[in-house]
């Protein structure tokens, strides 16, 4: 072969991404994924285990048979940093609903305090890297509406003293400054107050999540924040048209302004067939939830597994097809393709969703690294899918907090 030839095949393979041998064996393969996996700093953006913390007798270090998320299965897992969400349901609003909140901080700062070994509070990017370093997890929070904030400014000033990270502008219901994606539009997106709600997040370093909100409210926010959006656990809307997912021109938006999504392991978000099958069965998300929290009252954990006990019965019944942990990958894979490695992280609404075969804990997560890895991503760009975007757009909203303070 001449010369400039073998130059350019040289070239060629040098370009090629890193993909683990297959002749080397399967479990070789997957070992090698797993020390990769292991050595990468793993960041999850939604939780909702905060609600089996506030029932007696609950131990986030002790390993559960049930649930998503203990110490011991994080541990396992290589989950590095998981924010916990504070969450009530946003047809409580007021006063009411700030006492609630407050008592969820609680608990989780509790839960800290009493896992010194194993857990550490954490409120900026540094933080969590020093956590990583010392062999701990870090522990943050999102507060999962913004009925939550009691519509006073101050409140959102008190939220991030506390430590809260990012707040969710909505949830299920609209609350009275901002519209939601499952509630009818009375605000056509964010009233005057809800941007200005936007405006003291920035100012306090708080990241502006977009997930559960009326794609109009996604677009006020966008225009309003000096900082970079995430949607902490929303899937894609080409693969599965929910409207909790985001469009691919939303997701455009995001990433041109350097927003992160976070891709939800619900299996509703996941898989389209999977959607349709349920809301036949079911009904919409709003009637099934409503129905649920009819039995259950404020009881979280009821509600919890009740959504579980209903989706399990549907799936035995053959209601709804099987969904396999694969989709999480593709809806990965959709964002990538579409934007970019740097706008897409995990954000799994363990505890808080019906997840798919084969993601059945946090314990499983090194299957999300080898299938990237199988796939042909490079490093680098998996180390950013699994922490370090949800990093850098943490930095920007600091970034920003220090230039408007």
Known sequence: MPRTALVLAAAVCLALPVVPDARSGPDAVAERARQFHFSSLVVDTHDDTTQRMLSPGFDLGARHTDGHVDIPRMREGGLDALFLSIWIDSRTQGPSAVQKALAQIDAIREAVRTHPKDLVLARTADEVRRAHAEQKIAVLMGVEGGHMIGNDLRMVRILGALGVRYLTLSHFYNDEWADSSTDKPVHNGLTT??????????????????????????????????????????????????????????????????????????????????????????????????????????????VAHEIAARERRLTESGAVPRV?????????????????????????????????????????????????LRRGYKEDDVQKILGGNTLRVLEAAERVSREMQ
Not at 218 to 246: G, K, Q, T, W
Not at 259 to 279: C, F, M, P, R
Not at 353 to 365: F, I, K, W
Request: charged share 25%; glycine share 8%; net charge negative.
């Open 193 to 302: 107050f809800g941007k200005n709600v936007v405006r003291e997040l920035n100012r306090q370093g708080i990241l502006v999540d977009i997930s559960h909100v009326s794609d109009k409210t996604f677009a006020d926010a966008l225009e309003v924040s000096r900082a970079p959006l995430i949607a902490s656990h929303s899937s894609v809307r080409a693969i599965s048209d929910h409207v909790r997912n985001m469009s691919d021109e939303m997701i455009r938006a995001l990433a041109a302004k350097g927003g992160v999504i976070h891709i939800n392991y619900e299996k509703s978000y996941l898989d389209q067939a999977y959607k349709t099958a349920y809301e036949k069965a079911a009904g919409g998300v709003v009637a099934s939830i409503d129905a649920i929290f009819k039995d259950c009252g404020d009881d979280t954990e009821c």
């Open 324 to 372: 396999s942990w694969e989709r999480i990958v593709e809806h990965i894979d959709h964002v990538v393709k579409l934007v970019g490695p740097d706008h897409v992280g995990l954000g799994s609404d363990f505890d808080g969703a019906n997840t798919p075969e084969g993601m059945d804990d946090c314990s499983m997560l090194p299957k999300v690294t080898e299938a990237l």
